[in-house]
């Protein structure tokens, strides 16, 4: 008999495993039910559309019922909304959105891939607030961004929020991003979102960081701070939850995070019934606990793992280290694994690595700084995440340590790496060997490393600051109490180091690491400041001292001094 595989859900994971299916199996009945008007869209580039990069909304339509019924013979019914499942009969309650009528569809798989809700707070006027997760939402934010608005508010500082910003901006639509956490983007840590949130600013977005909408009113938001923000538009943008609907009411189990829950081939609690994308729960590869990872190419892999499995072929279990990348302005921001925040709430020891390379070799013209973030294990060594901010070369270093976690590498073998370099491209040494190298000094205790947050307590501790910058670049800003002794001249200037502890810096860490083990040498307990004072200077310990020494916080990510 005919096998019949019934989809739900016509994007990314759905829409994978149905054309992965078709190549498999010639003959089978696959049906794929959507209950707007378009399939496999690239969602991920609506807010492009809204600020006119994307020129054309065609272009973000990759197939329609038609392309994949002449090339995969696929029965795909957009406007039809799935409505219940019966287990027991193996069938589901549909209804057609455009005749108005409901029907029943039979099915020997059934996968779900319902994709996830956006957040709506229940809060005043909030139905003035238009969401961005589907083609139908960016045609009425399109829509009201045509009508010329004089002020516009983006409720949440996250992926979405800024991308959403930023192309309001391009359409010179005065923007304020409403974020209720003291940062955007919560992936990153403070002293990474600092840049980015200085990004923003340089290109005219106010941003009101820790505060939250109270009410939207008529044409301002309301916060919780008693301020108003104008505002003729509002879009939404604080994050989405698993759509569960369906598998809630057909009893299927729902995970600790909130997504349906699956096992390694993606089946739910009833095993004729598959799950995949944002409404299904991820395994965490680091720790194998639930996740939930809304990002595209995990569903893709998923609606791929199904397929096969439907087929009987071999699968793979599918994984999350949660790699994502986002454009603000000119800055490109990427991580993956676990970030600093995360691993404290969850009370593993780590130990961390900030630096400050160009994008390729500096001595070919056009070099852009980065600022790299690599979090490992201080017992084995195990890369544990990393996260990266710059103008250029951000995505390809994230990219190779994401896939070094995916190897099983250690931080260590990071230095061995062999990557392709020329200096238009990158570095003999590229910034990614040189996370290794100094990654196994730490670990075999060669070198001691204090971070940004720990300087404050070192100085009251009784730790004489050194800065081994030039005089130039101390008078230009450097940390509060430190002296000025350039690392050419430190072996003279022995005398003037009094303290048996010493915290040295300078610009990015490379001078102050060769300072350090000088002096550990001469028998002074020596730390280098991780990151130097470029680390400290985008910290919120910059940002505390700033305020009591009424400094202006530079915006620009500088230029690398080594």
Not at 7 to 25: E, F, K, P, Y
Not at 92 to 102: F, M, N, P, S
Not at 537 to 554: D, E, G
Request: negative net charge.
């Amino acid at each position: 008999m005919q096998r019949r595989v019934v989809i739900v859900g016509g994007v990314a994971g759905g829409m994978s495993a149905a054309t992965r299916l078709r190549r498999l199996d010639a003959t089978a009945s696959i049906v794929v039910l959507e209950r707007s008007s378009y399939v496999s869209y690239a969602n991920c580039g609506l807010p492009y559309f809204v600020g006119g990069v994307i020129a054309s909304q065609s272009d973000l339509l990759l197939q329609t019922p038609a392309s994949l019924h002449a090339r995969f013979d696929l029965d795909v019914r957009v406007m039809n909304e799935v409505l219940g499942i019966d287990r027991a009969a193996k069938t589901v309650l549909v209804r057609d959105l455009e005749a108005e009528h409901d029907y029943e569809l039979s099915y020997d798989e059934l996968i779900l891939s319902p994709g996830a809700q956006p957040v709506v707070p229940p809060i005043p006027g909030i139905e003035r607030a238009l969401t961005l997760r589907t083609v139908e939402d960016v045609e009425r934010i399109v829509a009201a961004v045509n009508s010329a608005p004089k002020s516009a508010v983006v409720i949440g500082g996250g992926f979405i929020g800024v991308e959403t910003a930023e192309n309001l901006a391009h359409r010179r639509i005065p923007t304020t991003i409403v974020e209720a956490m003291a940062q955007v983007l919560a992936p990153l840590d403070p002293e990474m979102a600092i840049p980015v949130a200085n990004e923003i600013r340089r290109h005219g977005v106010e941003l009101r960081l820790g505060v939250s909408v109270a009410a939207i009113h008529g044409a301002e938001v309301e916060l919780s701070d008693g301020s108003r923000v104008p505002a003729e538009m509002v879009i939404l943008a604080i994050g989405v939850r698993p759509d569960v609907t369906l598998a809630r009411a057909a009893g299927l189990d729902i995970g600790p995070r909130g997504g349906i829950q699956v096992d390694d081939m993606n089946r739910t609690s009833d095993h004729f019934i598959y799950a995949v994308g944002d409404a299904a729960e991820k395994s965490d590869a680091l720790d194998g606990q639930s996740a939930l990872v809304p990002l595209a190419n995990i569903a893709n892999r998923q609606g791929r793992v199904v397929a096969d499995h439907i087929m009987g072929r071999p699968v793979r279990p599918v994984t999350t280290i949660g790699t994502a990348i986002v454009k603000v302005f000119d800055l490109a921001i990427a991580t993956t694994g676990w970030n600093e925040k995360r691993l404290i709430a969850a009370g593993l020891p780590f130990q961390i690595i900030h630096t400050h390379p160009g994008s390729h070799a500096g001595y070919y013209p056009g070099a852009k700084t980065m600022a790299l973030k690599l979090i490992i294990s201080p017992v084995d060594g195990a890369i544990l995440g990393a996260q990266g901010v710059g103008r250029e070369g951000v995505d390809k270093r994230i990219d190779v340590v994401a896939t070094a976690i995916r190897a099983g590498l250690t931080a260590p073998d990071l230095a061995d790496l062999e990557l392709a370099y020329a200096p238009p491209f990158g570095s003999a040494k590229d910034p990614v060997n040189m996370l290794g190298y100094i990654a196994e000094n730490l670990l075999s205790g060669l070198t001691v490393n204090a971070q940004w947050s720990e300087v404050a307590k070192l100085s009251a501790l009784g730790y004489q600051i050194i800065d081994v910058r030039s005089a130039s670049e101390f008078s230009a800003g450097t940390i509060p109490g430190a002296i000025s002794i350039p690392v050419d001249e430190i072996r003279a200037r022995l005398a003037e180091i009094t303290a048996p502890n010493v915290l040295i810096t300078c610009q990015v860490g490379h001078r102050g690491h060769t300072a350090t083990m000088f002096l550990r040498e001469q028998g002074i307990n020596a730390v280098n400041l991780d990151g130097g004072y470029q680390t400290w200077r985008h910290s919120p310990a910059f940002v505390l001292s700033s305020k009591s020494m009424s400094i202006q916080p530079t915006i620009e990510m500088e230029p690398v001094r080594v």
